[in-house]
């Protein structure tokens, strides 16, 4: 039989979990259609959660505590680039188990549920767009006018994307550089009004 502290630590990692899950699937991914980082955003949550219990749980040297969360700040992502905007949802599912575990070995549930609850629903509002004129959108495109990737030509090129896809694109983020095809895999960045039926592009 667990006892109630491992009962009240499992407890925790289900709220946490739950909570994630809600953000990831009912926030993120309806607004992205992206499978690469759903892995990665719930793994990190769940690992971090189980850290931190490790921490509250047993004594840990403070040089073996650091050693720990040392290990997180040498991983890079080193097949691709990781968007701003993931990257943003990857450092809140490192946060949200760190929040949740300190306030449940404390005592505080309360707190931790309406600290999940509005986290929850601050993201789902920016998400929307809540309070602002237009949305920012990003779609992942090749493009196959390498001669126009150079710096000095990134005006020209932005109105090449922008007269091909009709979008109000304001950036293009280079990815991978194909010389052998002459093309460029690369994310565009364009407003879309929200309350205009203009040009939108499907995700897959």
Do not use: C
Not at 23 to 41: A, D, G, K, M, W
Not at 65 to 86: D, K, Q
Not at 185 to 201: A, C, F, L, V, W
């Amino acid at each position: 039989m667990l006892s109630d502290t491992n009962l009240i630590f499992v407890l925790g990692f289900f709220i946490n979990f739950l909570f994630a899950f809600i953000i990831i699937r009912f926030v993120y991914f309806p607004r992205q259609s992206e499978h690469t980082y759903l892995f990665t955003f719930l793994a990190f949550n769940t690992v971090i959660y189980f850290i931190m219990g490790l921490f509250t749980s047993i004594e840990l040297s403070i040089g073996a505590g650091f050693g720990l969360f040392a290990l997180f700040s040498v991983l890079r992502y080193r097949t691709e680039t990781v968007p701003i905007h993931e990257m943003t949802y990857l450092f809140l599912m490192v946060a949200l188990p760190v929040l949740n575990s300190i306030l449940i070995s404390s005592g505080q549930y309360e707190e931790m549920v309406l600290t999940n609850v509005l986290i929850t629903g601050v993201i789902w509002a920016l998400e929307k767009g809540w309070g602002f004129t237009s949305q920012m959108r990003s779609r992942d495109i090749v493009y196959e006018k390498i001669d126009l990737v150079h710096p000095d030509n990134r005006e020209e090129m932005l109105a090449d994307i922008r007269e091909r896809t009709g979008l109000d694109v304001v950036r293009f983020e280079i990815g991978k550089i194909d010389y052998l095809r002459d093309t460029v895999n690369g994310r565009i960045y364009y407003r879309e009004e929200p309350d205009k039926s203009g040009p939108r592009i499907q995700r897959k």
